[in-house]
């Protein structure tokens, strides 16, 4: 299987300080399954239907890995502590 990408967007954030508490500890449970942030952050420019909404894309080796992630129990502390406080839409697609 070919590398994959992880593309999150945040619909809306209520706390900004429970976001970064989240972000200090999703980051380092992504990179010990080989995560690989390629961007974070607003868009820095918006074209056609696109929305001003934060974005995270990560790279992966494999979708195993990626779905490994997710479940560690590094990232599953991470969501505990962004709670409720954020809308996001995650996807995962394969490379082409």
């Not at 420019?45 to 997710?70: C, D, N, T, W």
């Amino acid at each position: 299987m070919s590398k994959v990408y992880w593309v999150s967007t945040y619909k809306s954030v209520s706390d900004q300080a429970a976001l970064a508490a989240y972000a200090q500890l999703a980051s380092p449970a992504m990179a010990a399954h080989g995560g690989v942030f390629l961007a974070k952050g607003n868009p820095v420019q918006i074209i056609e239907s696109g929305m001003q909404q934060r974005v995270v894309l990560i790279e992966f080796e494999s979708l195993e890995k990626a779905l490994a992630a997710y479940n560690s129990d590094g990232y599953q502390a991470a969501l505990k502590v962004l709670g409720n406080t954020a809308i996001r839409d995650i996807r995962i697609v394969e490379a082409s």
